[in-house]
């Protein structure tokens, strides 16, 4: 069984994002989750959040109830993509103006239990 969550326009750039989460992809959920907890990094609780909200997902499906055990699944696959950029304006020098884009992600994380 697999089950899927996305978090969209995290207010994060996708860069940083995807730092984090090559620390995941693959692993065991309950490892995932234990890494990300003590992560230091920004994107670390975004990422928590939408793979704690995959696990649920999975759990409380209702063609599967009672049957996935939540030790045993793993992240199948975590994809993470540009979102609109907000566009900004700050004063420079001379009279002039810089622009000043701040990037949003969304976040797709797939968990399954067979491998």
């Given at each position: 069984?697999?089950?899927?969550?996305?978090?969209k326009?995290?207010k994060?750039?996708?860069?940083?994002?995807?730092?984090?989460a090559d620390l995941?992809?693959?692993?065991?959920?309950d490892?995932?989750?234990?890494?990300?907890?003590?992560?230091?990094?920004a994107a670390?609780?975004?990422?928590?959040?939408?793979?704690?909200?995959?696990?649920?997902n999975?759990?409380?499906?209702q063609?599967?109830?009672?049957?996935?055990d939540?030790?045993?699944l793993?992240?199948?696959?975590?994809?993470?993509?540009?979102?609109?950029?907000?566009?900004r304006?700050?004063?420079?020098?001379?009279?002039?103006?810089?622009?000043?884009?701040k990037?949003?992600?969304?976040?797709s994380?797939?968990?399954?239990?067979?491998?």
């Open positions: 069984m697999e089950a899927n969550a996305r978090a326009y995290v994060m750039s996708p860069r940083k994002v995807r730092r984090v995941i992809r693959g692993k065991n959920v490892d995932a989750i234990n890494i990300l907890h003590f992560t230091p990094k670390a609780g975004p990422l928590e959040k939408a793979l704690r909200s995959a696990v649920a999975l759990v409380n499906n063609d599967s109830s009672g049957k996935i939540p030790e045993t793993f992240v199948k696959e975590i994809r993470i993509d540009e979102g609109s950029t907000l566009k304006f700050r004063a420079a020098s001379m009279g002039r103006v810089n622009r000043i884009r990037r949003t992600s969304h976040i994380i797939k968990v399954s239990d067979e491998e």
